[in-house]
């Protein structure tokens, strides 16, 4: 089993960037998709991004597409989430989840496809 811990949120003003690292322990990181998923307050928590288990296939939430980036380095154990140009309403917690199946180019949009989570970091953003 893996675990995860979220980093890199905080406060930043509309149009600013923020790096999120998700850093996992346990097994073999590169056994995992990744996937990154927001949950604002009083809604559904949704997917955002993911990142197949070599990272040569992303995919993208319609609402970031062209503004996050999710890759990973398999030698660090870790995932990332790159967020640029973001707007009030990208204000979440963020989580990062991976999911042990071998292809998700259909199910990486959806929460039971991922079997561990981390706990979160807050993204918070000003107008």
């Known amino acids: 089993q893996v675990q995860l811990v979220e980093s890199g949120g905080g406060l930043v003003q509309a149009g600013g960037s923020l790096r999120l690292s998700c850093a996992a322990s346990?097994?073999?990181?590169?056994?995992?998709?990744m996937g990154w998923f927001r949950q604002a307050p009083g809604k559904e928590r949704e997917f955002v991004a993911a990142?197949?288990?070599?990272?040569?296939?992303?995919y993208y939430a319609d609402s970031v597409k062209g503004r996050f980036t999710i890759s990973r380095d398999n030698a660090k154990n870790t995932v990332y989430l790159q967020m640029n140009s973001l707007k009030p309403e990208d204000t979440a917690v963020y989580y990062c989840?991976?999911?042990?199946?071998?292809?998700?180019?259909?199910?990486?949009?959806?929460?039971?496809?991922?079997?561990?989570w981390g706990q979160g970091t807050q993204v918070t953003v000003s107008s």
């Open positions: 989840a991976a999911s042990s199946l071998l292809y998700i180019s259909t199910t990486y949009y959806k929460r039971e496809a991922y079997g561990t």
């Open positions: 990142i197949s288990r070599s990272g040569s296939s992303t």
């Open positions: 346990g097994r073999t990181f590169s056994s995992y998709a």
